[in-house]
C-alpha cells in the first residue's frame, strides 16, 4: 500500500511539473510547427470470459456435500418448512418465504445453480439431512459453504444451523425451536455486523443444554455485507476443543471452547451462599459524623451568601433611560395579519445598539461574596470505629458444578438447517460441505469458490482495493485519520510544487522597474521600427535622468549651505517631482 501511494504522489507531482515546465516554455518563439496527425489507437473491447461450470466432486470422505446440480434437489433433497413460529402474529408465524434453485443474476460460472433465499420480510426454513451423522468423536468437525448476497443486506442472516440428532427430527416441522448443536455464520442489521458461532452444551449435571456463544471475531470481514461477491465461510472445531473461523480461507478468529465461550463451559466450583442475609448489627460504614462536635458560638448560619457592594458606581455613559431592547425598525406587518384574529400587531425586539459600549436601563448595584457567610453547619467526619468492613456473603460448593473437560463431543449433527428472518432477499447459498478432513474442504473449494473467486475478481481489483481500505475502517475507525494523513500529505506536495514561489514572483513583478516574461514576449513580436524608436526614447531617458541626478545634487549641496525653513525645504523637493515614462510604469523620481 505504500508504494502504491508514493506512486500516486510522483503521478501527481510529475504532472504538475510538466503543466508548470510548459508555461515557461511559451516564452520561447519555436517557429512555424509541423501539426501531424496522430493516428487512432484501436480500441481494445475487454471481453467478459465466460467459463463452463464443472460440477465439484468430494475427494475424500464426507457427511454432506452438496453442490445443486439439479432445480428438483428443492422438495427431495432439501425440505422446506411448512410450521409456524410461536408467539408471534397469525400473519407472520408461518415460514412461507420462498426458496429456488437457480443460477445467479450476475454468473461468474455457466451453469452453475445455488440456492437462493427469494422473499423479503418473512420467516424462511429448509433442510437437508446429512448422508450420515456428525458424531464428535475422534476426528476434528468441519463445516463450510457459500453465500453471496446479491443485493447486499441490510437486516438479515445468512448462518446455518446443524441440526442435532433426534428421534422426532422432521424437516417439514423445522422451526426457531428445533434442536440445532451449531450455529455458524453471518448475521447484520444496520450497523450491527455479528459471525455467529454458537454451540449448545448440555450440562452433564441437570441435562440442560445451554448457548455457548464465541467472542467476536479480531478480523475483518464486513465487505462480505457490501460488495456482492461469493464468500466461503469456514468453521473448524478441533479435537483438543480449539476452534477457528475462516472468511475467505482467511482465519478472522480462532479459540477454545474452554477459555474463549460466554458463559464458560464449565461453571465455577465456588458460589456466594443465596441463603445467607447480612446481619441488622453489622456495620458497613467507614466515616460517620462526629457525634461529640458542636456548632460554634460565632457560627451564624443565616448569613447571606453575597452583599450588594455598597462602593460600586454607575459606570460613565451608563443610558438609564434607554431600554436593553427596542422595536425591529426593519420589521413589517405581514400582509395576512388580522388585528381582529391575531390581535395588535407588533414589531419584534432586537437588542438596542446604543446598549452595546457601556449599558442601559435601569442601573443597581451589583452584589459582592458576603466574607462572612459560613452555610449550614455540618458535622465534621471521623474514621467509624466500629466499622468491620464490605459484608460478602460466605461462600459455599457449587451444587450445580461439573468440569467437563471435553466439550467438543457435543451431540450428534443429523441435518443442516437454514431457519432465517431477511429484509434483503436474493441471498445465494451453495457449495455445502460437513467432513472431518480439512484437505478434503480446501479441495472442495478449489474446485468450486477459487474459480468463482477469480472470475469475480478480475472484474474489478481496484474496488477490490478501495472496498479492503473501507472495510477495514468500519472495524477500526483510527483508520480513518490515517486515510486522511495519506491524501492530505500528497496534495500538499502537490500545491507546494505547483504554486511555489507564484505569489512572491507576482510581487517582485510588480516591485521590479524589469519586464515580465510577457512584456519580454510582447516585445520580441513588435516590428523593428518600433523597436528602434524604443531604444531611442531609452537612450534619452537614461541621459536626462543622469543629468537631473547631476543637478540634484548640486541643488542638495547648495540647500545644506542655506538655512532654509521647513517649508521651504518641502516646497523645493515638491518641484523636483517627476514620472520615469519608462516601460509604462508610472514611477516617481524625487530629485
Not at 458535622?379 to 468440569?403: C, H, L, Q, T, V
Request: proline content about 7%; overall charge negative; charged content about 35%.
Amino acid at each position: 500500500m505504500r508504494l502504491w501511494w508514493y506512486a500516486v504522489t510522483l503521478a501527481l507531482v510529475l504532472s504538475c511539473t510538466v503543466v508548470h515546465c510548459q508555461e515557461d516554455e511559451d516564452e520561447f518563439d519555436l517557429g512555424d510547427e509541423v501539426e501531424i496527425e496522430d493516428e487512432p489507437e484501436p480500441e481494445v473491447v475487454k471481453e467478459k470470459v465466460i467459463v463452463q461450470y464443472v460440477p465439484p466432486h468430494a475427494k475424500g470422505p464426507t457427511n454432506f456435500h452438496d453442490a445443486f446440480l439439479e432445480e428438483s434437489a428443492l422438495g427431495k433433497r432439501w425440505v422446506q418448512s411448512t410450521a409456524k413460529k410461536d408467539g408471534v402474529e397469525a400473519d407472520l408465524s408461518k415460514f412461507d418465504g420462498k426458496w429456488s434453485i437457480e443460477e445467479p443474476v450476475d454468473q461468474p460460472l455457466q451453469g452453475d445453480l445455488g440456492l437462493v433465499l427469494k422473499s423479503k420480510a418473512k420467516h424462511h426454513a429448509v433442510g437437508a439431512m446429512l448422508d450420515k451423522p456428525f458424531v464428535f468423536e475422534e476426528e476434528p468437525f468441519i463445516v463450510q459453504y457459500e453465500v453471496k448476497f446479491q443485493n447486499g443486506m441490510e437486516c438479515g442472516g445468512a448462518y446455518i444451523k446443524l441440526l442435532s440428532q433426534t428421534p422426532d427430527l422432521q424437516l417439514k416441522n423445522m422451526n426457531d425451536k428445533t434442536p440445532y448443536t451449531i450455529m455458524f455464520g453471518p448475521d447484520k442489521c444496520g450497523n450491527d455486523q455479528k459471525l455467529h458461532f454458537i454451540f449448545r452444551h448440555k450440562n452433564p449435571v441437570t441435562g440442560a443444554y445451554e448457548e455457548k456463544h464465541a467472542k467476536k471475531p479480531s478480523g475483518n470481514f464486513a465487505r462480505v455485507f457490501t460488495d456482492k461477491k461469493t464468500h466461503l465461510f469456514t468453521l473448524v472445531v478441533n479435537t483438543d476443543n480449539n476452534f477457528e473461523i475462516f472468511v475467505d480461507q482467511t482465519s478472522v478468529s480462532q479459540g477454545n471452547l474452554l477459555e474463549d465461550m460466554t458463559p464458560p463451559v464449565n461453571p465455577p466450583e465456588e458460589i456466594d451462599d443465596p441463603n445467607e442475609e447480612k446481619p441488622q448489627e453489622w456495620d458497613d460504614r467507614k466515616k460517620i459524623p462526629d457525634p461529640d462536635a458542636t456548632k460554634p458560638d460565632d457560627w451564624d448560619e443565616d448569613a447571606p451568601a453575597t452583599l450588594v457592594d455598597e462602593d460600586a458606581v454607575m459606570p460613565e455613559g451608563w443610558l438609564e433611560e434607554e431600554s436593553e431592547l427596542m422595536d425591529d425598525p426593519d420589521a413589517e406587518k405581514p400582509d395576512d395579519w388580522d388585528d381582529e384574529m391575531d390581535g395588535e400587531w407588533e414589531p419584534p425586539k432586537i437588542k438596542n445598539p446604543l446598549c452595546e459600549d457601556v449599558g442601559c436601563g435601569k442601573w443597581e448595584k451589583p452584589t459582592v461574596p458576603n466574607p462572612d457567610y459560613k452555610g449550614k453547619w455540618k458535622r465534621p467526619m471521623i474514621d467509624n470505629p466500629a466499622y468491620k468492613g464490605e459484608w460478602k456473603p460466605r461462600r459455599i460448593s457449587n451444587p450445580d458444578y461439573f468440569e467437563d473437560s471435553e466439550p467438543f463431543r457435543m451431540t450428534a449433527i443429523a441435518a443442516v438447517g437454514l431457519e432465517l428472518w431477511s429484509m434483503t432477499d436474493s441471498i445465494l447459498f451453495d457449495n455445502f460441505i460437513v467432513t472431518s478432513s480439512r484437505d478434503v474442504a480446501d479441495e472442495w473449494a478449489a474446485d468450486t469458490w477459487a474459480i468463482k473467486q477469480k472470475q469475480e475478481g478480475s472484474s474489478s481489483s481496484a474496488d477490490s482495493v478501495v472496498s479492503g481500505l473501507m472495510s477495514a475502517a468500519e472495524d477500526r475507525p483510527w483508520l480513518w485519520a490515517i486515510y486522511a494523513l495519506v491524501l492530505i500529505i500528497p496534495l500538499f506536495v502537490c500545491f507546494r510544487v505547483c504554486f511555489r514561489g507564484s505569489p512572491s514572483d507576482a510581487e517582485d513583478a510588480k516591485k521590479s522597474d524589469e519586464a515580465s516574461p510577457d512584456d519580454e514576449t510582447k516585445e520580441e513580436g513588435e516590428e523593428q521600427e518600433g523597436e528602434e524608436e524604443a531604444e531611442a526614447a531609452e537612450g534619452e531617458e537614461e541621459s536626462s535622468v543622469r543629468q537631473r541626478k547631476k543637478a540634484t545634487k548640486a541643488d542638495l549641496e547648495q540647500t545644506a549651505d542655506q538655512e532654509d525653513t521647513p517649508a521651504e525645504s518641502t516646497e523645493a523637493a515638491g518641484d523636483t517631482v517627476r514620472k520615469s515614462p519608462r516601460k509604462g510604469k508610472g514611477k516617481t523620481r524625487k530629485e
